[in-house]
């Protein structure tokens, strides 16, 4: 049982790139997270789904865009990456909203 | 109000001893409080969590104590073993159907062999 399933683990930009971050779970969750983890500040929501078809902003959503590509599937794009944005991303899901959310392993960006 | 301050940013334990980690929040409609454990490269896994009409849960050498008058809620991890080396993070959130968790900015744990 993978749970929940983040591609990349490590990448490095420039600034002004793009990338997709990948989340993939297969615990059948109606609700996925994403979150950013910078030292000494904890985990920080970006962005949520809490079903299928719906997304809402989080704590810090500026520079990002999310889609809920289908019940499994939720990504995180930066349009143009700035090095603000350098930190470790973790995608979470849940079965509902104020139920246990369960993390991948994180994306480790880096941006120069 | 919607902080959880979690202290302290980092603890040392021998062996065998007890480690003790503090929350505090103000957001009296919070109703749910996990407690996550991370080790270093991987994500935050969930250890023990708590819901206020409780005042105390156990779970093995896991214990959350938690105090609705005073808005804190504590993690009690008894005989301290050095696997328990990891980052600590409270959360809390409230109401059913809510999304959103209010993290702790974490405790590193260090036991000592």
């Known amino acids: 049982n993978a749970g929940v399933t983040q591609t990349p683990k490590f990448q490095v930009l420039k600034t002004g790139q793009s990338m997709t971050l990948q989340c993939a779970q297969d615990m059948n969750h109606n609700s996925m997270y994403w979150y950013r983890q910078d030292p000494g500040m904890g985990l920080r929501l970006i962005y949520y789904?809490?079903?299928?078809?719906?997304?809402d902003k989080g704590e810090v959503p500026n520079g990002y865009n999310v889609s809920r590509l289908n019940k499994r599937e939720f990504s995180l794009r930066l349009e143009s990456a700035a090095p603000s944005q350098t930190s470790v991303y973790f995608c979470?899901?849940?079965?509902?909203?104020?139920?246990?959310?369960?993390f991948g392993d994180g994306t480790r960006l880096s941006i120069l | 109000q919607q902080q959880v301050k979690q202290s302290p940013q980092s603890l040392i334990v021998q062996k065998g001893g007890i480690s003790i980690i503090n929350c505090a929040y103000e957001n009296t409609a919070f109703d749910y409080f996990p407690w996550y454990q991370q080790f270093p490269g991987k994500g935050p896994a969930l250890l023990i969590a708590i819901r206020p009409d409780v005042s105390e849960k156990k779970e093995g050498r896991f214990t959350i104590s938690f105090n609705k008058s005073a808005k804190q809620f504590s993690l009690h991890i008894m005989d301290s073993q050095p696997g328990d080396s990891a980052t600590y993070f409270c959360?809390?959130?409230?109401?059913?159907?809510?999304?959103?968790?209010?993290f702790g900015t974490g405790t590193r744990l260090k036991v000592l062999a």
């Open positions: 789904s809490a079903s299928e078809g719906t997304t």
């Open positions: 959360a809390a959130s409230r109401g059913s159907g809510t999304y959103k968790y209010i």
């Open positions: 979470a899901s849940s079965a509902q909203g104020n139920q246990p959310q369960h």
